[in-house]
């Protein structure tokens, strides 16, 4: 499979100048940074392009500014390119975005949670003795014995993000990081001192958990039109997750980008495109998973790269099976053993020829089928199997798999399901 995610970045991300060139070329742009600049009461188009960046590192700052332009980014993105985008994801505050983005906050409503999550962050490291490291070069289990030992110690030190294999984050007081960071480059590691303005995904964030569940009582959410990747715990949110929740959960739980990365990767991701200022997450991708083709949207290099990458995924996406043409191989397949001609002409021959026009049409476009003539499809397949004589538990078996083949498992997860109780 050849499925894409777009990605959107976390804190460290951020730069004075960050989003000018997009705000120069693109209305859509302009009007969401007015939007946000009302929302927050300050012009965000200043504080983006001219800072200063002691205000633009204020996490109560950074997290509305890097929604917005990310947003925003990636509206642009679907405005240009025709292309299907099968995962979002965000590293922390990107998953806001990601949320945002796939339709579960209004951008009004992510830029005040935004906003809401920095402050009530901010208010959590008001001594300024907390703060956080990244160690490059060992292992996470290897710095995760070394963080354990510590804190069994009655040090109060934690991962905070698990990056990459060989990258992690971690919180806590500064003595503490400190003492980490002696031990860890004594065992081969490169430990560096992160400028941010505080201790995030630890314990040092549980304050801010009630400021941003009072946010988020009363926001309204809206369907999710894309999937949505939960870095908490590195799978996609499920129709039953309590988002706000989640949310919360997460300022004191570390990011496992490492298992979000991985999961996509199982479920068909080869195409990582960054959507936001930098290229962090591209460079992560590119350390984590060894055949990712991977970009970052910020970069006008990597734009024109990706414009070619497009061409080659729809090349790719027109030569695998579709849902459609699985349905009509199956039809064909599959062994008759009802011998009424007059069932057997209403139950196969008709539908099948509908079914042959409906695969020809798709052909005919040179593209994917919709999910309603995928739906179409089924219901067809269901009319010839059952004239047929296939037992349901077979037709949910071979459907599972037409499922599978095709790569639809998001939107029929329903076979998936019948195929396993049939089983």
């Given amino acids: 499979m050849n499925k894409i995610v777009a990605m959107f970045p976390g804190q460290a991300s951020q ?22 600049s009302e929302i927050l009461g300050f ?33 642009v993105f679907q405005q240009e390119h025709d292309v299907k985008i099968d995962y979002l994801a965000g590293h922390s505050i990107g998953e806001l975005s990601a949320l945002t983005a796939a339709g579960v906050f209004s951008f009004a409503d992510g830029v005040r949670i935004a906003r809401a999550r920095g402050e009530a ?35 109060n030190v934690e991962i905070a993000n698990y990056n990459s294999p060989t990258q992690t984050i971690l919180s806590g007081s500064k003595t503490a990081l400190a003492a980490a960071g002696q031990q860890l480059e004594a065992i081969g590691g490169r430990v560096v001192a992160l400028n941010v303005s505080g201790p995030f995904h630890s314990r040092y964030m549980a304050a801010a958990a009630e400021a941003l569940t009072r946010a988020l009582a009363s926001v309204e959410l809206g369907q999710m039109r894309i999937p949505v990747m939960n870095g908490q715990i590195g799978r996609l949110y499920q129709a039953q997750d309590d988002i706000k929740a989640i949310l919360v959960e997460q300022l004191t739980a570390p990011v496992r980008w490492t298992q979000v990365l991985a999961h996509l990767s199982d479920r068909g991701v080869r195409n990582w495109l960054e959507v936001g200022p930098g290229k962090v997450l591209k460079k992560l991708a590119l350390q984590t998973i060894s055949e990712a083709s991977a970009f970052a949207y910020d970069l006008a290099e990597d734009r024109t790269a990706w414009t070619g990458q497009i061409e080659k995924i729809r ?72 004239t047929k004589g296939v037992s349901p538990q077979d037709q949910a078996f071979r459907l599972q798999r037409i499922v599978n083949l095709s790569g639809t498992e998001e939107l029929f997860p329903e076979h998936l399901a019948v195929a396993e109780e049939g089983r």
């Fill in 15 to 36: 730069f004075v100048g960050m989003g000018k060139g997009w705000h120069e070329q693109h209305a859509l742009v302009q009007q969401r940074f007015a939007e946000a």
């Fill in 43 to 75: 012009d965000l188009t200043k504080l983006c392009f001219e800072g200063p960046a002691l205000s633009l590192n204020q996490t109560e700052n950074t997290q509305p500014a890097l929604l917005a332009l990310s947003v925003a980014m990636f509206e």
């Fill in 121 to 155: 962050m901010a208010s959590c490291n008001a001594d300024g003795l907390a703060s956080m490291s990244a160690v490059t070069h060992l292992k996470s289990d290897v710095v995760e014995t070394v963080i354990g030992a510590l804190a069994a110690a009655g040090q």
């Fill in 315 to 386: 090349e790719s996406i027109l030569l695998a099976p579709n849902a459609v043409g699985l349905c009509l191989g199956a039809a064909v397949s599959t062994r008759n053993t009802n011998w009424d001609e007059a069932a057997y002409q209403a139950g196969v021959v008709q539908p099948y020829k509908e079914l042959q026009t409906l695969h020809d049409g798709i052909a005919q476009g040179k593209r994917l089928p919709e999910r309603a003539e995928i739906e179409q499809a089924f219901t067809l397949l269901k009319t010839i199997f059952a």
